[in-house]
């Protein structure tokens, strides 16, 4: 399992996203790069990573489902 503090972290990425998303738009279409650049560097959605709704695994993450691997393969031995 992944330690809480990296989950915690993620977690606070996706909350700054949601939070200047709008703002994060406007500021491409009107090309002002200056302002957008004044953004939270963690606002950015490419700085999140995709992370197991169980486990909190990075890697090996099935994006049609929001669990790692291995927490698929445990889930669907359990029928």
Known sequence: MAKKSWIAREEKRRE??????EERQRLKEEEKW?????LPRNSSPVRQNNRCALCGRVRGYLRKFGVCRICFRELALEG
């Open 16 to 21: 700054l996203y949601e939070k200047h998303k």
């Open 34 to 38: 200056v302002e957008l650049q004044k």
